[in-house]
């Protein structure tokens, strides 16, 4: 079966521990991006790869890294996390980037930092 | 920079149609989407239009597009529970980046 899978669906941590958070996709897609969902703003995008070994910023990059180091995966790792990064997050993959090109979501990861 | 836009709530009775809508600043939009997420899931793609179509329909849903206003609507016809979920009005900008708005959550009730 196509799909995005995200680990952990759910994650409460402490501020300054640091964590990853992972993304695999199945559908030998190229491009994989990174989304952060809060209740009134949507989905604001963290940062997105083209292949591997090429990432780069989206809107709201800061306190996150990324790195691509095989097609499937692309983790997010948030080396001192904050309550501000509290929220839910999403990673996608489509096949390319373009406007031909569906964005498939993964089920999306609710991480809660205190 | 860019910026979608759309109201925050929805409510419907079921067998109603439901329209839901947004508002986009990017003239140079090639694409505009509607993605729903249901409660627990990621973003589903529930239909597009290119930005030189006036309308799309696709079975219960009608997209209906003004480029002139910069509107875009979604309109789903005899809603059901099943529909209810927050639904995603997203553009794709002149960079190939999709911009989404902040979602209409739509409840459904008998």
């Known amino acids: 079966e196509a799909q995005v899978t995200q680990n952990p669906r759910y994650l409460i941590t402490v501020t300054g521990k640091k964590l990853t958070v992972t993304c695999s996709q199945n559908?030998?897609?190229?491009?994989m991006s990174w989304y952060r969902q809060d209740p009134g703003l949507g989905l604001r995008q963290i940062y997105y790869s083209m292949n591997v070994e090429v990432t780069d910023k989206g809107d709201v990059p800061e306190g996150y890294k990324v790195s691509r180091k095989e097609k499937r995966n692309f983790p997010l790792i948030l080396e001192s996390p904050s309550p501000n990064q509290t929220s839910l997050y999403f990673c996608?993959?489509?096949?390319?980037?373009?406007?031909?090109?569906?964005?498939?979501f993964g089920p999306g990861t609710r991480l809660t930092v205190t | 920079g860019e910026d979608v836009e759309q109201s925050l709530f929805l409510s419907v009775r079921e067998g109603d149609s439901s329209v839901i809508n947004c508002t986009y600043t990017d003239s140079s939009s090639t694409y505009l989407y509607w993605y729903k997420q249901e409660p627990g899931a990621g973003l589903q793609l529930l239909t597009y239009i290119f930005s030189n179509m006036d309308m799309k329909q696709d079975q219960r849903l009608t997209v209906l597009l003004n480029k002139k206003d910069k509107h875009l609507s979604l309109r789903i016809a005899d809603t059901q529970t099943g529909d209810s979920a927050i639904y995603f009005c997203a553009e794709r900008d002149n960079t190939d980046k999709l911009i989404f708005g902040t979602g209409t959550r739509l409840q459904v009730f008998p």
């Open positions: 559908m030998n897609h190229e491009y």
């Open positions: 996608a993959s489509s096949y390319r980037q373009g406007m031909g090109y569906e964005q498939y």
